[in-house]
């Protein structure tokens, strides 16, 4: 009786082991890809200077992942900061407007002040306080919210997989926001 006793348990335990490794796996963030969307920005920008963007500062600078519900993470594509994948985002929508410039004097700094992911429900909030030197400033808070899933590693797929769309309307958020058109002259 021990021995059947001791067989079923290494075959549970070997069981829980693999359970465990596959739920505790990593989903990459995949890449932002700009998509064109007209929001009329476009349009009246003949007269704005170029712009550069500065590397963004964070509360929680080099933070890249987060976990979902105990059983794996998201993680950005290269493992860069959610600061930079932000960065780089708005400098692809900047130059999809014509109006990035790497070595303009108007620079826009950016500082990331809070980055949540959240599977109960689903939802991403980015929150970037932007400004250009100690003159203008202007926030942005946005949240984005999408279907998570119930089970755990769908809740997991679908927050990465949402990311980059956070982050397209976050973007879209900041070129509507008066801040912004204000800082571009606009």
């Not at 003159?135 to 279907?147: P, W």
């Amino acid at each position: 009786m021990n021995r059947k006793m001791t067989v079923r348990f290494k075959v549970l335990l070997i069981c829980m082991m693999v359970v465990h490794a596959v739920g505790c796996s990593t989903r990459r963030i995949p890449k932002y890809v700009h998509k064109s969307a007209s929001t009329g920005f476009e349009e009246n920008l003949a007269t704005t200077e170029r712009i550069s963007v500065a590397p963004f500062t964070a509360e929680k600078p080099g933070r890249n992942s987060f976990k979902v519900r105990l059983t794996g993470s998201v993680k950005t594509p290269k493992g860069e900061p959610f600061e930079v994948y932000i960065r780089q985002a708005l400098i692809k929508r900047l130059k999809a407007a014509d109006l990035y410039s790497e070595d303009s004097s108007r620079i826009l700094e950016g500082h990331l002040q809070e980055i949540e992911m959240s599977t109960s429900p689903g939802s991403w909030t980015i929150h970037v306080k932007f400004n250009r030197g100690s003159r203008e400033s202007f926030d942005v808070l946005y949240v984005y919210k999408f279907m998570a899933g119930y089970y755990a590693s769908q809740a997991q797929v679908n927050a990465a997989e949402e990311f980059p769309n956070a982050v397209r309307e976050f973007i879209e958020e900041v070129i509507e926001n008066p801040g912004f058109r204000k800082f571009i002259g606009n």
